[in-house]
Structures are given as C-alpha cells and as structure tokens.
C-alpha cells in the first residue's frame, strides 16, 4: 500500500514538472519506426493489424506561482483597460463642463472645485491654487499651473516668480489689487512637470468660467501653455507674442482681446528676452488705456 502510494505521489510530481512522455528501459530506435527497416536496414513488412496511436498523458495546466487563479482568468486584457480609461476621462470631462457651467459666481466656483474629483492632480496637490485680485478687473492675467511655492502657499505666482511677475505688473501701473489673476490648472503637476492634454482638458472648464464671470476688456496669457489652451493654437509663445488674438466663449457677451507674453519662470532663466517682454508690456498698457 505503502509502495502504491509512494509511486502515485511521484507519478503526479512528474506531471506538475512538465513530464509528458514515458522512457521504457530498452533502447528504442525512433529511425527504425519512421522507415520501417531493422538496424541491419531490412525493410519489415507492415503488420496487417496496425496498433492504435498512444495519446501521451497530458500534464495538468498549473497557474504561475504566487497568481490567484481566477485573478488570472479575469484579468482584463490591455484593450478593456484602455477603453474602461477613455471612459472614466470622458466622465470626468463631461463633470466638470457641467459643474463649471452651472456656477453662478466665483466662490461658488472655488466651492466645486474644492469637491471636484474628476482631477487627479487634486491628489497630489497639497492645495487648490485659485485666482485673486479684482474681480471687477479689467484685465486678467492666466498662467500656466502652481509651482511649488504657489502650492505650499495656495496663492497664484508667489516666490521668486511671483515677485518678477508683480514687478512685471508694477512697471504698467497694475498690482494684485487691480487686475485679476489664476492659471489654467488649479493644481500643480507633481514635479512640475508639463501637464498632459487630459489634465488640461479636463481644468479648461474651470478657467474658462472664471473668465466668463470675471468678463475683463484684455486677457493676458503668461507662457505658452496658456496661450495654445486658450486660443487653440498650435504656435509656439516665441511665434504669439507680439500679436493681438481674440479670444471668445459662449459666455461672453463679445470676444476679448488677448495678448501672449513670456512666463516669469522663463525670464528668470532667460533674461535677454526681458527686452520683448517689456514691449509686450508697453503695448498692453496702451491697449488698456484705450478701454477709459
């Protein structure tokens, strides 16, 4: 019993090792049967009774170590996952349309941002970045996203940018308590790193509403992130500043006109182009004027 056991044991070891076929003790010549002649090259004669072919015994399929076996089987493939993604972007987007659109003032719009989940920058964010200033202004500044000061703080472009920007502002007669000022994603990227068109799809609601409610005469979109979601370009900033877009959405009651300029960040690395970035200035001062 003992013995029957033991071979039974190592018989099913063998299967779950992959063994597929049995080796007999004598020498079998695989040659031989496939020409049907002897070692000494005599043909035989084909027995009148051929025997039946020997199915070989076949080893059990085993999951591979360590994987749930029904986790194996209903694991989606790539394409379900992909597809299971654009839908839950697609969701978000139409989300956040809907609340952004349904937002009858600023702080209300601050508050549905504040509950919007359809973002995952919220995630890692430590806080929402909203806009500041004058909400009567009549001229908003939107930048590109919060960096690691505008994070920390909860405030549009602070640190050594920000205090470049509100030179930038101070040199035209503006501060913070004139003009009116946010960016186009309220979170900031993890790293700092370029937002993908997703996040940024999904935020373009949101900013487009703040400047709905906030309806100002010029636009002024700092970086070049800015300026292409907002006017729907392709163009680099080196190629849209100096020029004069209009920028129009369905809750305008008429198109503003919108100026691209350098972001602060770019002059602090690149100060040469502090020249262009003054004329852009001058010229959005005298734009300005012309609105008294």
């Known amino acids: 019993m003992e013995k029957g056991l033991h071979s039974e044991t190592l018989l099913r070891w063998q299967l779950e090792a992959g ?9 079998v010549n695989h040659y031989h049967e496939r020409s049907g002649k002897d070692q000494s090259g005599v043909t035989e004669e084909p027995s009148a009774t051929p025997s039946p072919p020997v199915s070989p ?6 999951p591979p170590s360590g994987m749930n076996e029904t986790a194996a089987i209903f694991k989606p493939a790539p394409t379900e996952v992909k597809r299971r993604r654009v839908e839950g972007q697609e969701s978000a987007l139409h989300d956040a349309r809907a609340a952004a659109h349904n937002a009858p003032s600023l702080e209300a719009l601050r508050t549905i941002l504040e509950n919007f989940e359809g973002c995952g920058l919220k995630t890692t964010a430590t806080n929402l970045v909203f806009g500041e200033g004058n909400e009567q ?13 505008e994070d920390r703080m909860g405030r549009p ?12 502002m ?4 503006l501060d913070r308590k004139s003009a009116y000022i946010t960016n186009i994603l309220p979170w900031r990227p993890p790293g700092n790193r370029t937002p993908t068109p997703t ?3 999904i935020c373009l609601p949101f900013i487009e ?7 100002p005469d010029i636009l002024v979109m700092v970086g070049g992130i800015s300026a292409k979601t907002l006017l729907g370009r392709s163009e680099g900033i080196m190629r849209m500043r100096g020029n004069w877009f209009d920028y129009a959405s369905p809750g305008l009651p008429s198109p503003v006109q919108g100026r691209a300029i350098f972001h602060p960040d770019y002059l602090l690395g690149s100060p040469a ?4 970035a003054w004329i852009d200035l001058l010229e959005i001062k005298a734009r300005l004027k012309s609105f008294s």
Do not use: C, Y
Request: hydrophobic content about 45%; charged content about 25%.
């Open 19 to 27: 063994v597929d076929e049995a080796i007999s003790v004598d020498p």
């Open 273 to 276: 182009h502090k020249r262009e």
């Open 137 to 149: 202004a009549r001229i908003m500044f939107v930048g590109e996203a919060p960096g690691a000061d």
């Open 57 to 62: 015994p076949v080893s059990p399929s085993i």
């Open 157 to 168: 472009f602070v640190g050594a940018s920000g205090q470049l920007f509100d030179n930038m």
């Open 209 to 215: 509403r703040q400047i709905e409610l906030i309806e």
């Open 170 to 173: 101070a040199a035209i007669g």
């Open 199 to 201: 996040e940024i799809a």
